[in-house]
């Protein structure tokens, strides 16, 4: 472990919290469902658990610079294993969600100030590209292991499986340098975060209606098991993982810019695919195409957004964006889940359909949020 750097240390961290990270992520639903929670409930938990976000961004904006970026990872870690040992036991499920939604609240703030600190600039988008490949593609194994394990122990255990990944890659933070800053300026910044958020937070909303239940869609439409449909979403993370190795080279050809409007505008017609296909082999297909195009893009514009911020403001930017991703991607699952619980099965017709228009307007969006940022930043 001591011939890995510290940037490659810390890919290698996030990939464990990702591990169990994308265990939970897979297999709340089925867990909620198994402890008897109705559609509805299942959708005012992904809104609370997303709320946290919302609720932390500007408190944590401040304090994750002052007690430093590793410490707050720390105590990520630490509010993950508390809410995800309450989740997974089934008791107080409600607070143990809003404990997991803070871990995510210091994990996003933290982790990629951070890793932008180990590494040049000139190596952001590969290194960036580098973790989130892994971080996806470690769902290929989770999701695996969860669609086995509800097998063997029932879903209503699954979730406690995800509690030693999140402890394995705690270790891997000794020797990291501790960084710490001043708080964000955000007088007169507002132009600016704007468009670098609008579009993100366009898409946010979309995503809401439909992605937190592409589980049960599946499940219920073709009658899928546990295991089948834990193998689907395997495929479809690994896939997404290979496509985020190939960014490096096509922001090299297309620019940071061209590459998320290319890759995330050519996921369109999967979507509309996944969402009114009625043969299996084609909507799994779809949904492997869709989710790796469309999240390929995170890293890049993760690290374009560092292009243009300062060290003292980027925990802050990622946490508001974080926080306002969620409150509408929450706000989006609480509406969606009310719908199906009002219109069952049918009501994806419908969902998709509103995703797919947002999703064309976020993408539109992205060459306005950059197009005359540099003159604006100036």
């Known amino acids: 472990m001591k011939r890995l750097s510290p940037a490659y240390r810390f890919v290698l961290a996030s990939f464990l919290w990702s591990f169990g990270g994308n265990l939970v992520y897979f297999f709340l639903n089925f867990h909620l469902e198994a402890l008897g929670f109705s559609r509805q409930a299942i959708g005012y938990a992904q809104a609370l658990l997303l709320l946290m976000g919302v609720v932390l961004a500007l408190p ?21 294993l508390l809410g995800g040992l309450l989740l997974g036991l089934g008791v107080l499920a409600f607070p143990g969600l ?22 040049p600039p000139r190596e952001r988008v590969a290194l960036f590209s580098l973790q989130a490949a892994l ?35 705690t270790p891997l933070l000794r020797g990291l340098p501790e960084v710490r800053g001043s708080p964000p300026r955000l007088q007169g910044r507002f132009g600016l975060w704007l468009r670098l958020l609008l579009p993100q937070v366009v898409i946010g909303f979309g995503a809401g209606l439909v992605i937190p239940f592409l589980n049960l869609y599946l499940k219920e439409k073709f009658g899928l098991t546990y295991g089948t449909t834990g193998t689907i979403f395997a495929l479809s ?58 999240n390929a893009a995170g890293p890049v514009y993760t690290a374009l957004v560092m292009d243009h911020l300062p060290e003292e403001e980027r925990p802050g930017f990622f946490l508001v964006e974080s926080a306002l991703w969620s409150f509408l991607f929450a706000a989006g699952s609480a509406f969606s889940g009310k719908v199906q619980e009002a219109l069952g099965l049918a009501a994806f017709h419908y969902l998709f359909a509103v995703t797919l228009l947002l999703y064309a307007l976020g993408i539109a969006l992205w060459p306005w949020a950059f197009g005359r940022l540099r003159a604006l930043y100036r």
């Open 135 to 169: 971080t996806t593609a470690s769902g290929f194994f989770s999701t695996l292991l969860a669609g086995a394990l509800s097998e063997a122990v029932g879903a209503r255990w699954v979730l406690l499986f995800a509690l030693p990944f999140f402890l394995l890659g």
């Open 98 to 119: 809003a404990l997991y939604g803070a871990a995510g609240a210091f994990l996003q703030g933290a982790a990629a100030p951070l890793l932008a600190h180990l590494v």
């Open 60 to 80: 944590l904006a401040y304090l994750i610079p002052r007690v430093g970026f590793r410490f707050s990872l720390y105590l990520g870690v630490l509010f993950a």
């Open 237 to 294: 993370s690994l896939a997404t993982g290979a496509a985020m190795l190939l960014q490096p080279r096509l922001a090299a050809w297309l620019g940071k810019l061209g590459a998320i409007v290319f890759v995330q505008a050519l996921s369109l017609p999967f979507l509309a695919l996944l969402a009114w296909a009625p043969w299996l082999p084609v909507v799994t297909l779809a949904l492997l195409v869709r989710g790796a195009l469309m």
